[in-house]
């Protein structure tokens, strides 16, 4: 099915289409730290932490989306590097396919729409409070770095 049609799909149908939802996030690396927020209550995973980021939205690709999604929320530009783990992950009510890229910037990131954000280790696996999607994604990330 194209990639409009299952958008389409998913506005009609959002809770039986079985389509994947692309989602992209970022890993912000700061002094062997990457930065997390917590999603605002009203929205899915409300109050979870997740990395920054969003739906691709009709006609974009990636990095397009990835670089929208952060100056909405964070009010950084990026550059973006590689794509370090993706996942494909069933929530009781959608199915996600998220894909973490590397990404640098020159400043800060501000809460625009998180409600709080932190600096957490890159060797954590402290996952409280965590969107279910994102320990998935982490896991799969740390089996990469260790297989290298
Ligand atoms: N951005 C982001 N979304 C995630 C992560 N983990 C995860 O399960 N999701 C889920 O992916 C879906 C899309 O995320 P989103 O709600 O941030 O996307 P968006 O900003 O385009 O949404 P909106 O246009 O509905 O406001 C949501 O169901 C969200 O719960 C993550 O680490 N980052």
């Known amino acids: 099915m194209p990639f409009q049609s299952v958008r389409f799909a998913e506005r009609i149908f959002p809770f ?3 389509m994947a939802i692309e989602v992209v996030c970022a ?13 605002p209550d009203h929205k899915h995973m409300g109050g979870k932490w997740e990395f920054p980021g969003g739906k691709i939205d009709d006609g974009e690709d990636a990095e397009t989306a990835l670089k929208r999604e952060l100056i909405e929320e964070l009010g950084i ?22 894909r973490a890229f590397r990404v ?8 625009i729409e998180h409600t709080e954000g932190q600096w957490i ?3 954590t696996s402290d996952y409280l409070d965590w969107a279910s999607a994102d320990i998935d994604l982490w896991q799969t990330f740390h089996r990469a770095r260790r297989a290298q």
């Open 27 to 39: 890993f912000i690396f700061k002094d062997d730290h990457i930065w997390m927020g917590r999603r």
């Open 104 to 111: 640098s910037s020159k400043e800060d990131p501000k809460l």
């Open 77 to 98: 530009e990026i550059s973006i590097r590689e794509v370090v783990a993706e996942v494909t992950h069933e929530y009781p009510n959608k199915i996600i396919h998220l």
């Open 16 to 18: 039986t289409t079985t």
């Open 121 to 123: 280790p890159i060797n």
